[in-house]
């Protein structure tokens, strides 16, 4: 009785030990529109992380339904200029960032921080984009590779419907054959299936909306290749090479002139998500936890590669674990969408912008208690049951 007892404590206290919890970090700097779902989709994705925010079965993916993470948000681009804060993260996520479109104009990260992150992806780092992350860093073409095409422009917000064209994706697996949301349907500058590592495309239109000639705007009609229209999708492997003919239609002096290739790990984009009445239902909060969980599990970060070079350490790399780091939130990046509002070519509506809440900065740092809890609590429950018995809940 007593020794069951203690291998069950033992066991179940090595089995959490056996999952290091990987940690993502979300940027949510703004130099254009700032919108308005930022804090809820902070929130959503740290509470489903963190356990607090549950997402019903009947909308999870049962590979990620136990994976637990934890978040750390910031619009602080000086994070990104310590190449070894960067390293600590299974993942970084793009939380509808948003550059001013001619690149140069405005944008969320300067010359070293653009630096820093290509080498973060090169090294196996994982990437989640959401919405108008597509919209960012005009000027650094790897980016746009990364994520898999720059946005180019959308048609007034509206409810459509879509549905997933595949659906053996975490992401997609649970979502209905056909459901409506109230969203905008971004185009792209180039079809994210011709990178040489090429999307999978998870989501598309399902049917039709009101798309009216922009070209008045000086639109491009966006570039959405051959149907299906795609809206979400994932890509894995050589996330930044390119064969020269792919690249978005932006080629810009910046981005420090870095044009890496390679990139090992995982990158996922959804363009849906401008509406914070979205991030409430259960498909989508699926759909989200879905991608974020497929990026951490990829076997390029330390999460679940012990020789991997990002990432937080797992029980099996002796690493110094988590050294702790904080990125100060510095409250948000001034919202000086100004004069971009006005035509849906910014990513986000003709809406003017003038909320620039602040960074919901309650994310919790980097550091991970979890595992050297465990090792402190393995010796501490093998004392308890010799000396008290097991405890009678678990006889
Ligand atoms: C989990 O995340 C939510 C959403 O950000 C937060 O409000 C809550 O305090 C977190 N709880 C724990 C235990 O970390
Ligand atoms: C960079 O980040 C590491 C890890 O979080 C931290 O220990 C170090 O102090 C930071 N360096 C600077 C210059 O902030
Ligand atoms: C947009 O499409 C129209 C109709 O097909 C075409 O005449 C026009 O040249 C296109 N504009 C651009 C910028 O590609
Ligand atoms: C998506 O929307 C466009 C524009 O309304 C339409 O031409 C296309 O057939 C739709 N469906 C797919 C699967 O792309
Ligand atoms: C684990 O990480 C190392 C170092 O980056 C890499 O060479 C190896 O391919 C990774 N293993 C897997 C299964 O991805």
Redo the contacts with the bound molecule.
Sequence with gaps: MRWSALAAIGSALLAQQAHAVPHILLYTRTAGYRHESIPTAVDTITGIGNGTLRVPSGSLDASIADLRWQATATSDQAAFRNATYLAQFDAIAFIMTTDIDPPGAGTVLDDEGIRNFATYIQNGGGYVGIHSASATLFGAPFYGRLVGAYFDYHPQIQSVSLKPVATDHPSTSKLPGNFDIQEEVYNFRSDPRKLPSPANVLITNASNYQDP?V?PQ????GTNGPAPHPLAWYREGRLLDTDGSTDASVRGGGGANVDPSGGPGRSWYTSLGHDRATWQQDFFRGHIAGGVGWVLQSSTVKSNNATALVGQPGPSSSGGGGASAEASSTGGSASSSGGAGATSRSASGPAPSGSSSGDTNNAASPASPHSALSRMLLPVAFIYIVIFGAPVALL
């Design positions: 000639g070209n000086g639109f491009r009609n």
